[in-house]
């Protein structure tokens, strides 16, 4: 079992308090979290548990966690070629512990980023690493030449105000029908917002977690204020509910200095 603290100096945890999103600050104690994952020795796309334990300086477990966006923690999971992306909810069983089951799709490396807040505290982020057994069939990391993709017959056309690091800029998905062209103006809440995006950098070290500016918004267009901490490449991944169904959509962004 191995520990992380749930905060990170580096610019790994931003959040969309406010709707934008800002550094948190490291709170008096952060947590921290063990990881046991079983079986050890994992396969591909053989079901896995993965449980964490969250307790103070002390080991002494905490057992109170304030809700965001309907869960008490988010959990993604990323493989280190950013093919794979698991967004997953952990259920609480008491005494600091959860636990929740998935199946990791290919061979590699991935790193697993828990997203939580003790109740009375400010937000955390605990990362783990580990592999999926066999031979790794990695993918190059390329920024997308035309920012729109077609998912599940819904067209999602990803725009910018400005692109460049450190700077509070508005990024926004605008969503049509693929054969009609027709704006959607029906998206249903996904955990209580409009749309969630997770963006990391090429290197999983910069993690960012944004809301939208409006979570009540139905489309056709969801827009969100963030701020990349760094120049480079980044994998965005906006999650959208339409008609009962989930659409997750990548991009791949450079995000230059200026």
Same mark, same amino acid.
């Given at each position: 079992?191995?520990?992380?603290?749930?905060?990170?100096?580096?610019?790994?945890?931003?959040?969309?308090?406010?709707?934008?999103?800002?550094?948190?600050?490291?709170?008096?104690?952060?947590?921290?979290?063990?990881?046991?994952?079983?079986?050890?020795?994992?396969?591909?796309?053989?079901?896995?548990?993965?449980?964490?334990?969250?307790?103070?300086?002390?080991?002494?477990?905490?057992?109170?966690?304030?809700?965001?966006?309907?869960?008490?923690?988010?959990?993604?999971?990323? *493989?280190? %070629? @950013?093919?794979? &992306? =698991? $967004?997953? /909810? !952990?259920?609480?069983?008491?005494?600091?512990?959860? +636990? #929740?089951?998935?199946?990791?799709?290919?061979?590699?490396?991935?790193?697993?980023?828990?997203?939580?807040?003790?109740?009375?505290?400010?937000?955390?982020?605990?990362?783990?690493?580990?592999?999926?057994?066999?031979?790794?069939?990695?993918?190059?990391?390329?920024?997308?030449?035309?920012?729109?993709?077609?998912?599940?017959?819904?067209?999602?056309?990803?725009?910018?105000?400005?692109?460049?690091?450190?700077?509070?800029?508005?990024?926004?998905?605008?969503?049509?029908?693929?054969?009609?062209?027709?704006?959607?103006?029906?998206?249903?809440?996904?955990?209580?917002?409009?749309?969630?995006?997770?963006?990391? *950098?090429? %290197? @999983?070290?910069? &993690? =960012? $977690?944004? /809301? !939208?500016?409006?979570?009540?918004?139905?489309?056709? +267009? #969801?827009?969100?204020?963030?701020?990349?901490?760094?120049?480079?490449?980044?994998?965005?991944?906006?999650?959208?509910?339409?008609?009962?169904?989930?659409?997750?959509?990548?991009?791949?962004?450079?995000?230059?200095?200026?």
């Amino acid at each position: 079992m191995e520990q992380d603290h749930g905060h990170h100096g580096h610019n790994q945890m931003d959040h969309g308090a406010n709707h934008a999103n800002h550094q948190q600050t490291t709170p008096a104690e952060a947590l921290r979290v063990g990881w046991e994952l079983n079986p050890k020795d994992i396969q591909p796309r053989q079901e896995t548990e993965i449980k964490l334990s969250l307790k103070d300086s002390h080991g002494i477990p905490a057992t109170a966690f304030s809700v965001v966006h309907e869960k008490q923690m988010h959990l993604l999971a990323i *493989s280190k %070629d @950013l093919s794979t &992306f =698991l $967004h997953l /909810h !952990p259920e609480y069983i008491g005494d600091g512990e959860f +636990t #929740v089951k998935t199946k990791f799709p290919s061979a590699g490396s991935y790193k697993l980023f828990a997203d939580f807040m003790p109740e009375g505290g400010t937000q955390q982020l605990a990362t783990f690493e580990h592999n999926a057994e066999g031979a790794e069939n990695t993918q190059t990391v390329t920024p997308d030449e035309v920012l729109k993709k077609t998912v599940n017959g819904l067209d999602f056309k990803l725009s910018f105000d400005r692109l460049a690091a450190n700077q509070h800029l508005t990024m926004a998905f605008t969503i049509t029908d693929a054969e009609t062209q027709v704006p959607v103006k029906e998206l249903e809440p996904y955990l209580g917002s409009a749309g969630h995006v997770v963006i990391v *950098s090429s %290197d @999983l070290e910069k &993690f =960012l $977690h944004v /809301h !939208p500016t409006d979570e009540k918004t139905t489309g056709p +267009t #969801v827009t969100y204020m963030t701020t990349f901490p760094e120049p480079g490449i980044y994998k965005i991944w906006g999650q959208f509910k339409h008609k009962e169904e989930m659409h997750t959509v990548p991009f791949v962004v450079e995000v230059p200095s200026e």
